[in-house]
Structures are given as structure tokens and as C-alpha cells.
């Protein structure tokens, strides 16, 4: 079945270390999206990619990075800058810009 | 400054009954509405979708209306079931230079359909 796959679905990491989010889709979609949802919020757009080796900032893209190598995979990390990282996170994809997003299922970070 | 607006954060509704969901938006360049569903722990789930050009869209129990002069949008469900019980996110999308675009979500309305 086609899909995007968010591995994995619940995450621990120590305060002060770097973390990868994966986010993978079969679905031969060109642009790819993560956001970043807090209790009580709507999803917030940290970065969007359009199509392979380019992306952009959303709205909240301080203390994350992001690469596009390939057109299935869009790996979002979480690095010691982002001063409140923990969250749940969603990783999208839809085959251009203006069509309906598809999401993963998420991944809930904690730091310890 | 909050775009995209659900300002009752809950509805409860009997089943069989309709469940109205209200959206405001203030960004007057948005052009393309979209209504997720979302239940715990999983992803968010596209519904129904609207383009500035029509104000009402139809997907068998869900109808979705635009007033565009009121910068208002509404997803209506009928008849309501059990299973609709879920968060609604109402989201919108403008398009930027270079054929560019993104969503903008509101902050999720909680449905509860009481059996």
C-alpha cells in the first residue's frame, strides 16, 4: 500500500543531543512537508520541500534542519538549539504544492 | 497573528443529528480551503476541499461552504455517527511566487457525537 512512513512513533532523547526524524513516502508525491503540533494548537509548518535537493522555511524552522536527497525521504532534525522540542511531530506529502497534503501517523518526541 | 481561525475549541452533537464546524480566516489572498480529521496518536486525514471560485462543496455526508466576502467557511456533517468523534483542522492555502504554497492550519475544533 502507498503511504508515508514516520519512524518511530514515540522518541526519548537526552536534553543537549541532536535527533532525526525519519519520514519516508512511496507515494511519488514531489513535495514533502513537516510540522510540529503542540497540545491545544494547530500544526505548525517547520519546513517544506518542493522537489528534490530544495526546501524552505516555515514558520517555525528555528533549531531544525532538514535535506532532500531523495524524492521519498525527508528526514527532519531536531537539534539542541530548539529550546522546547518536545511535541509530536507530522511529516506530510502531496504531489505538488496546491493538492491535498497526505500525513504519516507522527512521531511524539520527549526529552528527558 | 492567527490566520486561520476555529474559535470554539468543542462541539457535542447527538448521532443523527447535523454537526456544523465554523473556520474564519483573515489572509484575503487564500484561495483553497481544506478540512483534515484527526483522531489520537495518528495523523490528520483529508475531507473535503473548496476553492474560492465555489462557495458550497458536497462529499456525501459532508458539505462544505464558503462566504468568501465573510471570510467564512463551514464543514457540515449529516447525519452525524459516532465515528466522527474527532479533531477537525480547518486549513488554507494561498499561492506564493514561484508556484509556491502552504498550508495554514487553525488550532482543531474536538467533535464528540453522542450515541
Known amino acids: 500500500d502507498g503511504g508515508i512512513t514516520q519512524s518511530p512513533k514515540y522518541l526519548f532523547r537526552k536534553e543537549g543531543q541532536n535527533v532525526t526524524l525519519s519520514c519516508e513516502q512511496n507515494?511519488?508525491?514531489?513535495?514533502m512537508y513537516w510540522y510540529r503540533q503542540d497540545p491545544g494548537q494547530g500544526l505548525r509548518l517547520i519546513y517544506y520541500?518542493?522537489?528534490?535537493?530544495?526546501?524552505q522555511k516555515g514558520d517555525i524552522a528555528e533549531g531544525y534542519s532538514v535535506s532532500r536527497e531523495k524524492k521519498e525521504s525527508f528526514p527532519l532534525t531536531v537539534t539542541s538549539a530548539q529550546k522546547n522540542p518536545t511535541a509530536f511531530y507530522l511529516c506530510?506529502?502531496?504531489?505538488?504544492?496546491?493538492?491535498?497534503?497526505?500525513f504519516g501517523d507522527g512521531t511524539r518526541l520527549s526529552i528527558l | 497573528d492567527q490566520q486561520v481561525k476555529q474559535n470554539s475549541p468543542s462541539l457535542s452533537v447527538q448521532e443523527g443529528r447535523i454537526s456544523i464546524l465554523n473556520c474564519d480566516y483573515t489572509?484575503?489572498?487564500?484561495?483553497?480551503f481544506l478540512w483534515y480529521k484527526k483522531y489520537p496518536a495518528e495523523g490528520p486525514t483529508f475531507l473535503i476541499s473548496?476553492?474560492?471560485?465555489?462557495d458550497k462543496n458536497e462529499d456525501g455526508r459532508f458539505t462544505v461552504f464558503l462566504n468568501k466576502s465573510a471570510k467564512h467557511l463551514s464543514l457540515h456533517i449529516v447525519p452525524s455517527q459516532p465515528g466522527d468523534s474527532a479533531v477537525y483542522f480547518c486549513?488554507?492555502?494561498?499561492?506564493?511566487?514561484?508556484?509556491?504554497?502552504?498550508?495554514?492550519f487553525g488550532k482543531g475544533i474536538t467533535l464528540s457525537v453522542r450515541p
Open positions: 489572509n484575503s489572498m487564500f484561495d483553497y
Open positions: 507515494l511519488n508525491h514531489d513535495a
Open positions: 473548496i476553492s474560492s471560485i465555489k
Open positions: 506530510a506529502s502531496s504531489i505538488n504544492p496546491r493538492q491535498p497534503q497526505h
Open positions: 486549513a488554507a492555502s494561498a499561492l506564493l511566487p514561484g508556484a509556491n504554497s502552504k498550508l495554514t
Open positions: 520541500s518542493q522537489i528534490v535537493n530544495d526546501f
